[in-house]
């Protein structure tokens, strides 16, 4: 393949800051981000005004031009924004912040998300106006307004399909809540998830219960990539990028509801580019994040990336097959977006680069090849993969 | 006349761009009409200023029959605007249209909203006009036939 990404940068550095619950942050979104990225240089050993470049997505808030003042940046080199709301573009902003390092646009390109919904406004509400026009237009006035309910309409055509049943679910959610015990940063750590819970939580709109649904959080998160030449001067192992794609197949963006093939998570055409980037299959990888804007989001995505057949999600979707240490595909290690923080999805890149230097509070053994699904359901989605020293 | 969803919903209203008027203007007289290219006569939804098979900016609104199939659907239980805070369970369905296939078009499902909903199902439109209403607009409902 021409114009590969695989091997040509490294994650030096990664932090967060602490992650709250919706509304609770102390500081402003801003600070927020500056923190985070002010951490994750510190993680990294290097000075936050080695950044050149920023890189984020779902319409961040934190302007680069104010970020790169604020931090005194002498040459600023990258300000990229990948389009697309939800979490669709996590692993879209880790490519092009790649794209520019491999092409020596920029040498220290920093990826990040904030988030302070108190400051700002929820996610899962609806609009209070009197009147609404364009493509909302169409759904709004009949109920239809919020992500779990522009979602469910997919998963339910796709659990029909395939007459996937509801515990299938219920596993992706027990398991991320199951690994977010382990992981003291996770809002849900001490808050633990069970089938008799989940089973009497009540209907957020069918096929989803409460804990089918992502959290909404306030924090940042960053990582910062550089060079792959320079991996061993970082004290962490070398964890390099293998694969990073993003996109979305034929007229996804057909408004209501109306792209072709409908009950997918959006992954069918990046599916071949990244598993060739990568050199590897869906055998090779040894631990998944996969981000739950909503379980059924999970279920498609784990389908799309060639987990299992959808004939089979009934036998694969159990808690066993998903948690470490003994599931044949450990997932949502860090608690995910159902248990550790929803920052859109960047803590699960942060979580699968945790897992290649062996810093994971549920760590795989072995794991050498670590893969992120950002943003099912969405347009466009992307996803990367993780690799280490030995996967060169 | 009654209505299914509670009042207090944002109010649809054509786009400021006109896109969409000639649907809108058609569910206030009964009609349902969808955007069809007249250089290739592919129906294309939602709308769009130019036809995505042929790249033709020719295109017009033709109507079509107000029938179709439940293509896939949702009972919603949590209210995420005040005013359904007291609605209960409501349906909204996908429905294919039967005319243009390639179509779908998101409205409520009449009757029990704790009914199964069947997939494939055929149903009919109901127009739902909201006279009284500022603005007066109307929605397209659907029921089992």
Redesign the interface.
């Known amino acids: 393949m021409s114009g590969t990404l695989r091997g040509k940068v490294c994650v030096a550095g990664v932090a967060e800051t602490t992650y709250y619950k919706r509304g609770e942050a102390p500081d402003a979104e801003f600070k927020l981000a500056l923190e985070a990225i002010v951490k994750a240089c510190e993680n990294a050993g290097i000075s936050a005004k080695e950044i050149d470049g920023f890189s984020s997505f779902s319409n961040d808030r934190s302007d680069a031009s104010r970020l790169s003042a604020a931090l005194g940046i002498h040459d600023m080199r990258l300000a990229n924004m990948q389009w697309g709301g939800g979490g669709g573009g996590g692993s879209g902003a880790i490519a092009n912040a790649a794209a520019a390092i491999a092409t020596g646009q920029a040498e220290c390109v920093v990826v990040f998300r904030a988030l302070a919904q108190g400051q700002f406004g929820r996610f899962?509400?609806?609009?209070?106006?009197?009147?609404?026009?364009?493509?909302?237009?169409?759904?709004?006035?009949?109920?239809?307004?919020?992500p779990?309910?522009m979602f469910?309409?997919?998963v339910?055509?796709f659990m029909?399909e395939n007459n996937v049943k509801q515990d299938a679910l219920r596993a992706i959610s027990l398991a991320s809540y199951h690994h977010a015990q382990n992981n003291p940063r996770a809002v849900m750590h001490g808050r633990p998830l069970d089938e008799k819970k989940y089973e009497n939580s009540?209907?957020?709109?069918?096929p989803f219960h409460l804990y089918d649904c992502c959290q909404e959080n306030d924090g940042a998160a960053a990582m910062i990539f550089v060079s792959a030449d320079r991996a061993k001067e970082f004290d962490h192992p070398p964890c390099y990028l293998l694969s990073a794609v993003a996109g979305s197949h034929h007229?996804a963006g057909?408004?209501?509801?109306?792209a072709?093939d409908?009950?997918t998570s959006a992954f069918k055409t990046l599916v071949p580019r990244l598993y060739d980037m990568a050199k590897v299959k869906a055998g090779d990888i040894d631990v998944l994040q996969s981000y739950e804007n909503f379980t059924g989001g999970v279920l498609m995505s784990i389908v799309e990336h060639e987990f299992c057949l959808p004939s089979e999600c009934n036998e694969f979707f159990t808690l066993e097959n998903l948690t470490n240490p003994n599931g044949k595909l450990p997932l949502n290690t860090s608690g995910g977006n159902l248990a550790e923080c929803y920052m859109h999805g960047l803590g699960l890149n942060i979580e699968a680069v945790r897992q290649i230097w062996r810093e994971s509070s549920n760590q795989v053994d072995n794991a050498e090849v670590s893969m992120v699904i950002s943003g099912p359901m969405v347009t466009p989605v992307s996803a990367s993969i993780f690799g280490s020293e030995a996967t060169l | 006349m009654s209505y299914y969803?509670k009042l207090g919903?944002?109010?649809?209203?054509?786009?400021?761009d006109g896109l969409?008027a000639p649907f809108w203007e058609g569910l206030a007289e009964d009609k349902l009409m969808i955007q069809r290219c007249r250089a290739c006569q592919r129906w294309q939804?939602?709308?769009?200023w130019i036809c995505?098979g042929c790249h033709s900016f020719d295109l017009t609104f033709e109507e079509v029959e107000p029938k179709g199939v439940i293509?896939?659907?949702?009972?919603?239980?949590?209210p995420?605007?005040?005013a359904?805070n007291n609605?209960g369970?409501?349906i909204?369905v996908?429905v294919e249209l039967a005319q243009s296939p390639?179509?779908?078009?998101?409205?409520?499902l009449l009757g029990d909203p704790e009914q199964t909903i069947p997939?494939g199902a055929e149903v009919a439109a109901v127009f739902e006009h909201h006279l009284d209403d500022d603005?007066v607009?109307t929605?397209l409902q659907w029921q089992l036939t």
């Open positions: 899962g509400q609806g609009p209070q106006r009197n009147t609404i026009s364009g493509e909302f237009a169409h759904t709004i006035p009949y109920g239809l307004m919020s779990a309910q469910a309409m997919k339910n055509r029909y009540r209907w957020i709109v069918e007229r057909a408004p209501v509801h109306n072709p409908y009950a | 969803l919903l944002p109010k649809p209203v054509p786009a400021p969409d939804w939602g709308p769009e995505h293509y896939s659907h949702e009972r919603v239980w949590h995420v605007h005040p359904l609605q369970p409501y909204v996908l390639s179509v779908r078009i998101v409205g409520n997939i603005p607009h929605l």
